[in-house]
Structures are given as structure tokens and as C-alpha cells.
């Protein structure tokens, strides 16, 4: 067991910083690449007709889920010691319709905003705002929605925990689904296509 | 239409390989549960032997008074005996709940029980799952009383050294034993309360090193 | 990576059908995805954390309330989370250092590509007025989002959807629903 480098020590706060700028960089330039700075690209995933958002996203989860998989078995990365952000059901369901409302409407997620702000967009720009904005909405309301914030908390829990399943086989049943879906958005994509073409 | 060609193939493999990684994902179950623990036996040997793996009850002692938060302090012993009395900030994980324990593999761990025995064997169990800095506290519980607690005065000690040793109990609740042997070993030293004792510092157990936040 | 940044343009759109009628032509998803993928992989591995955004925002509006409003920050459990012991600057933080980098990589990524010029992207059916007006009510509805699920897509769907956490999995799932649902309703704005 020697990863997370960081918390066994392998450097300090300072260095992390440069850290995080430099994964920053690796972050922001795949996004763009893969067309994430144009909010038309974003939001053809939800009229059908390109499910780019749908692949790289969960390409990315399973190159990651995968990669953190081995490197735990082998005996090198110690899972316990990743960071996993606390689970509140309640609030998590309705803060994730919200985030697909916003996401629809306004265009972009805040990591897309930034970058299509960085590419010259000015609706990217708008959206930055419009967060920022939202954050000290959410902020002066906060002693008012703090009760329906902290609402069904359940902690540090996996999907194989919850389920009781073994970590593996919710490896296996998450690229099953991936790599169906990639087929199953190829498809839809073609039939999108298609239509369009016959109108 | 040779670029769409190899576009398939691209895609095609990365496609196999992840359902390939996946399906073995399949067999091999669960990661970092401490299945697979492995330890060096001739270097675990040289660490016992060189004792580099002890904390002394008096360097314990400075370490609570100075408020110092960046180890945790575990006591192995029946949860009602922890009840009974503990060294100030220390948590109580019995040797059977080593197990399900939240220590993680990057914290320093300060190991103590009554004697030794236990937290040798917790050590080892530890050190077999890859924790990088596990101490135990020489002599245990006993060594505390009788070094900490009670320290036993003697003649030839400079009043500076009984000033400490003095001030040190007192802080624990404890004080000092002067005389012969025999009067010492008599039942006349009453354990404090525990909650008498704690620290006005550094809450039991927990990261404090680590407050910063890390999630959005 | 050196050899994706150095392939010119020309070579992108030979090896990619999607965006093939378009003038800006992008990488091969599944290829982006891997990229992204081993991006989030090093940043476990290195910090045993995974990538955000919405923090790093929130640090922003909680060290501009505590500049305007210090005694009212304080009281904010809200922001006072963000402050902290008060010690060092909420801006000294992993995720705005993190978020620096996206727009440099965004802007490294765009220029190579020839990507970056001053626009508005929208549908051909509404002005570029409206379309920055909802620009902003979509993030400001993503700010408030984010926090109640305690983070963004990039927080809580792709990295803790990788880590398999239950909270991050709700959360993709409704993002994508909410999203679907509400499509319909806002379609001039986007075909």
C-alpha cells in the first residue's frame, strides 16, 4: 500500500496545489476535446441525436472505476483512504433533477462552463455567473433549507455495500451496462440520423 | 472509409478490453479487504528487536499535555474496563474489532493494553495489513501507572525531575509514591475517573491534522 | 497525450464520424472518455481524491461574503465550512487550483484545435440575448443543485460514479432524468 501518494505523506499541501493544477489541465483539456466546451454538443444527448456526453462520461467512469479496481486488488492503492462524498438520498435525488434542469436549460455543468468560457463562449461565461449567483442564493437560504439538507444521511456507502454485493460484480454489471449502452446510443444516434435525413 | 474502418477497430478493442477486465473483475471479488496481507517477517523481527516500534508512558504523557493530535491513541482492552479508566484521549477498540476498525493504513497508531501482550499481537495484525507507523506503548496500562500515574519517588532524584514528575501526575489525576516498596503495593492508589482527567485539549481519536475539506 | 495534442486537426476529422459535418470536428469519444478516465485515475492514485468544480465556486462566493460580511459569514454554517479555521485563504483550496487548471487545459485543448474565437452557442431559433439570460438561470439552478447533492457533475457523477458511491449514483441517474424531462420544454432554444 503506497497511493493515494498524498495521504501516505509523499508530499505536502503545498505541492497539491500544483498538483491540482496540472490534473486541472489534463481535466480541462479532454473535455474539450471530446466537445464539451460547445453547449449544443452538451445538450444533443438530450434530443438524441448525439450521445457524445453519454459515452465519454461513462468511458471515463469505467476507465477509472476499472483502473481503481486493480490497483486496489494488487495491493497498491488503498481504497479506504479515497475521499468518497457522504450519502444524503433525499437531497441528492432532488439536487440531481436539479442539476439536469439547470444542465438542460442553461447548457452547460460547471466543469463544461469553464471550459467554453476558456474557448471564447459567452453563454459559458453567463452560466459562470449564473453559478455564482446560485451559490449565494443557496448560501443566504442556507439556514432556512439546512433541515431538508442534512435529510436521510447514510454516510461513507458503495453500491456493493448497499447491495451486498462483492466489489467485482458490480465492476462487471457497470461495464455490461456501458458497453450496452455505447452499442444502444450508436444505434440511436443512426436513427436520429435517419429521421432527420427523411425529413 | 478507411478512417471509419479504424475508427470500429479502436473502438472494438477498447470495447473487448473492458468487458474482458470486467468479466475477470468478476472472479477476483473485492480490493484491499486485507485478503492478500503480506508481511516481511526478518524486518518485522529487526523492528522488535530495536524496539523503534515503543513509545515511552513519559513521552505519552508529554504528548497528551501538548495537545498533540496527529497519531490515535487505541486502547485494546474490554470496553468495560476502558469504562472503568483510560489513558486521557485514547478510543477503545477491542483486539476482536481490529478488524472493522477505522484506522486507516496512513495513520499513526499508538497501541496499549493492560500488559504487552495484546498490543503486540494487534501490531502484528496491523502491521500484516500494510499500517505504516503502529507503536505500542511499553509496559501498557501498567507501565502508565507506574511511570505516569504513580511514579515511585526515589531518594537520589533532583528536584527538578520531582517537580515534572510531580506536575505530570497531578495533570492525570494520579500523584506520587514515596517510601519503601511494600507501602506502595498496598491497595491505596485509587484510579481517577477518566472523565476527571481528559485534556482540555485534542478530542479522542479522528484526523485533525486533516481539516480541510475535500469534497465539491 | 503529446501525440493526441500534436495530431493536427485534419487527422481528428478523418477518424470521427459524429462530427464529421461540422467544421470544428472533435476527438473520438470513447478515446476522450479514456483520456478523461486516466485523468480522474491519477488523481486518485496522486491525491485519493477525485475532480470537481462546484467547490471550487463556493469557496469564490464564500471569500467574497467574508470580505463584504465577515460577522455574517460566520454565522453562515454554510460558508463558515468553506472559511474555515480562518487561517489560511478558502482560495488556498485543492479544487480552486484544480478548476485553474480546466480553463488553462480547456484553452490549451480549444486553441490547439482551433476552437477559440468570441461566440454564443445556441440553436438557430433564438437570440443571443435570451440565450445568455438562460445561461445564467441554468447555472444558477446548477449552483443551488450542486450543493444540495453536494456536488456536479464532475464531483458526483463521473468521480464518484467511478468510485461506485451510492450518493454519486442517485445523482447521475436523476441528473439524467431531470435533464430528459425537462428537454421537451426548452428544445427552441437548442434545435
Known amino acids: 500500500m503506497s497511493a493515494p501518494w498524498y495521504k501516505f505523506g509523499l508530499f505536502g499541501d503545498n505541492v497539491s496545489l500544483v498538483v491540482a493544477f496540472v490534473i ?109 449567483a446560485g451559490l449565494l442564493l443557496f448560501g443566504e437560504l442556507f439556514p432556512l433549507v439546512s433541515g431538508f439538507y442534512t435529510m436521510t444521511p447514510l454516510g461513507r456507502v458503495t453500491l456493493p455495500e448497499f447491495f451486498d454485493l462483492s466489489y467485482g460484480l458490480v465492476v462487471f454489471l457497470v461495464v455490461l451496462m456501458a458497453v450496452g449502452g455505447f452499442a444502444g446510443a450508436t444505434q440511436v444516434e443512426k436513427w436520429m440520423a435517419a429521421k432527420k435525413g427523411v425529413r | 472509409m478507411k478512417g471509419l474502418f479504424t475508427k470500429l477497430t479502436v473502438n472494438r478493442a477498447l470495447g473487448l478490453a473492458t468487458l474482458v477486465l470486467g468479466f475477470l473483475a468478476l472472479f477476483l471479488g473485492d480490493p484491499g479487504k486485507g485478503a492478500r496481507a503480506t508481511i516481511d517477517p526478518s524486518e518485522l523481527a529487526l523492528m522488535v528487536q530495536r524496539e523503534v516500534d515503543h513509545v515511552s508512558p513519559e513521552q505519552l504523557a508529554d504528548w497528551i499535555i501538548a495537545g498533540r493530535s496527529d497519531y490515535r491513541l487505541v486502547d485494546l482492552r474490554r470496553e468495560a474496563e476502558f469504562a472503568e479508566y483510560h489513558i486521557p484521549t485514547a478510543e477503545n477498540i477491542p483486539l476482536t474489532g481490529l478488524d472493522r476498525s477505522s484506522l486507516g493504513r496512513n495513520e499513526t497508531v499508538l497501541l496499549y493494553s493492560e500488559g504487552g501482550i495484546h498490543s503486540a499481537q494487534a501490531w502484528f495484525l496491523l502491521k500484516a495489513r500494510q499500517h505504516r507507523s503502529v507503536y505500542m506503548l511499553s509496559g501498557g496500562l501498567d507501565g502508565w501507572k507506574e511511570r505516569v500515574l504513580f511514579p515511585r519517588v526515589t531518594a537520589d532524584s533532583s528536584a527538578a525531575s520531582l517537580e515534572k514528575l510531580k506536575h505530570v501526575s497531578a495533570f492525570f489525576g494520579g500523584s506520587l509514591r514515596t517510601g519503601s516498596g511494600e507501602a506502595a503495593a498496598g491497595p491505596t492508589l485509587i484510579m481517577p475517573k477518566p472523565q476527571i482527567s481528559a485534556p482540555p485539549v485534542a478530542p479522542a481519536g479522528g484526523t485533525t491534522t486533516k481539516k480541510k475539506k475535500e469534497g465539491c | 497525450m503529446t501525440t493526441l495534442t500534436a495530431s493536427p486537426p485534419a487527422d481528428l476529422r478523418a477518424a470521427t464520424t459524429t462530427a464529421a459535418r461540422t467544421a470544428h470536428p472533435y476527438m473520438n469519444p470513447y478515446l476522450a472518455g479514456l483520456g478523461l478516465g486516466l485523468v480522474l485515475l491519477l488523481s486518485f492514485v496522486v491525491m485519493g481524491r477525485g475532480l470537481g468544480a462546484s467547490g471550487a465556486f463556493t469557496a469564490v462566493v464564500a471569500t467574497g461574503v467574508n470580505a463584504v460580511a465577515p460577522e455574517h459569514a460566520k454565522a453562515n454554517e454554510f460558508y463558515a465550512e468553506y472559511l474555515g479555521d480562518g487561517t489560511t485563504s478558502p482560495l488556498m483550496d485543492w479544487l480552486v487550483f484544480e478548476v485553474l487548471g480546466v480553463f488553462a487545459g480547456g484553452l490549451i485543448s480549444g486553441a490547439l484545435a482551433g476552437r477559440v474565437r468570441i461566440a454564443v452557442d445556441r440553436g438557430p431559433a433564438i437570440t443571443d440575448r435570451s440565450r445568455l439570460i438562460l445561461a445564467f438561470f441554468g447555472g444558477g439552478i446548477m449552483g443551488i443543485g450542486a450543493k444540495i447533492a453536494r456536488g456536479c457533475t464532475s464531483g458526483q457523477a463521473l468521480t464518484g460514479g467511478a468510485v461506485l458511491n451510492l450518493g454519486s449514483w442517485i445523482t447521475m441517474l436523476m441528473v439524467f432524468a431531470g435533464a430528459y424531462a425537462l428537454a421537451y420544454f426548452v428544445r427552441r432554444q437548442w434545435l
Not at chain 1, 477509472?64 to 433525499?90: C, E, H, K, R
Open chain 1, 24 to 132: 486541472g489541465i489534463g481535466f480541462g483539456f479532454f473535455l474539450e476535446r471530446a466537445g464539451f466546451g460547445s453547449a449544443k454538443k452538451l445538450t444533443a444527448q438530450f434530443y438524441l441525436t448525439d450521445m457524445t456526453v453519454f459515452k465519454v462520461m461513462f468511458t471515463a467512469i469505467v476507465t477509472a472505476m476499472i483502473g481503481v479496481f486493480y490497483l486496489g486488488w494488487i495491493g497498491y492503492l488503498d481504497l479506504s483512504l479515497i475521499y468518497l462524498t457522504p450519502t444524503y438520498i433525499v437531497p441528492q435525488f432532488a439536487g440531481g433533477l436539479l442539476l439536469g434542469v439547470g444542465f438542460v436549460v442553461g447548457g452547460y455543468c460547471p466543469g463544461t462552463s469553464c471550459v467554453a468560457a476558456a474557448t471564447g463562449k459567452l453563454d459559458g461565461m453567463a452560466f459562470l455567473g449564473g453559478i455564482l
